[in-house]
């Protein structure tokens, strides 16, 4: 059975200056991403060992252990091909006309995500995410890393709003580090990520 491993960075640690220094970078990817890939593998184990054992006491603290875990996982996953040195504008195509039909304008889904995000309280992210059953884009706030999400929803775009992710330079003002993820994101990902979830 496979395990959970820590993805390679698609760019070197320093890419991201002066929006998000190397230091930040190299913490965040090597220590905080690489504790959720070790805590979702360990509570693997722990989970298949209350198996063989037939121990079931702890379950409900082993699964909300396990889904923390695997969520940062998922999301720190797309976080890093979210965003790239050569990133920022905004999308054209039909990723660029979804956001028109469901939030107005572009302007209007920026405003939005980036409040979502800013305003997140404690822990958490900023989402843009595709919600199949209703075929439309949404804007979700998710909290820690899978508390307040649609069930059904698939992550697009995501903001790191932790403050592991930016505390080091630029404090207490999350505003500022949410203003500067837009001149990072990697529209090409997202619009994959767009194609791939409508498929």
Same mark, same amino acid.
């Given at each position: 059975?496979?395990?959970?491993?820590?993805?390679?960075?698609?760019?070197?640690? #320093?890419?991201?200056?002066?929006?998000?220094?190397?230091?930040?970078?190299?913490?965040?990817?090597?220590?905080?991403?690489?504790?959720?890939?070790?805590?979702?593998?360990?509570?693997?184990?722990?989970?298949?060992?209350?198996?063989?054992?037939?121990?079931?006491?702890?379950?409900?603290?082993?699964?909300?252990?396990?889904?923390?875990?695997?969520?940062?996982?998922?999301?720190?996953?797309?976080?890093?091909?979210?965003?790239?040195?050569?990133?920022?504008?905004?999308?054209?195509?039909?990723?660029?006309? #979804?956001?028109?039909?469901?939030?107005?304008?572009?302007?209007?889904?920026?405003?939005?995500?980036?409040?979502?995000?800013?305003?997140?309280?404690?822990?958490?992210?900023?989402?843009?995410?595709?919600?199949?059953?209703?075929?439309?884009?949404?804007?979700?706030?998710?909290?820690?890393?899978?508390?307040?999400?649609?069930?059904? #929803?698939?992550?697009?775009?995501?903001?790191?709003?932790?403050?592991?992710?930016?505390?080091?330079?630029?404090?207490?003002?999350?505003?500022?580090?949410?203003?500067?993820?837009?001149?990072?994101?990697?529209?090409?990902?997202?619009?994959?990520?767009?194609?791939?979830?409508? #498929?």
């Amino acid at each position: 059975m496979g395990q959970y491993t820590l993805p390679d960075m698609p760019y070197d640690y #320093a890419a991201l200056e002066p929006a998000i220094t190397g230091e930040i970078l190299e913490l965040h990817h090597a220590k905080h991403h690489a504790a959720y890939v070790k805590g979702a593998n360990d509570t693997l184990d722990k989970l298949a060992e209350a198996r063989d054992k037939g121990e079931f006491g702890g379950i409900v603290g082993l699964e909300k252990t396990f889904a923390f875990n695997l969520s940062g996982h998922v999301l720190h996953t797309i976080f890093w091909q979210n965003l790239s040195p050569d990133g920022g504008d905004r999308p054209d195509g039909e990723l660029g006309d #979804a956001i028109i039909e469901h939030f107005g304008s572009f302007e209007a889904f920026q405003k939005q995500l980036t409040t979502a995000t800013t305003l997140v309280q404690g822990s958490g992210w900023g989402v843009l995410a595709w919600e199949p059953l209703g075929r439309r884009l949404i804007v979700e706030q998710v909290y820690d890393h899978h508390g307040n999400v649609g069930m059904n #929803a698939t992550p697009l775009l995501v903001f790191d709003a932790w403050e592991h992710a930016y505390y080091l330079q630029y404090r207490n003002v999350r505003p500022d580090y949410v203003e500067k993820l837009w001149s990072l994101i990697n529209w090409t990902d997202v619009i994959a990520r767009f194609d791939a979830a409508r #498929a």
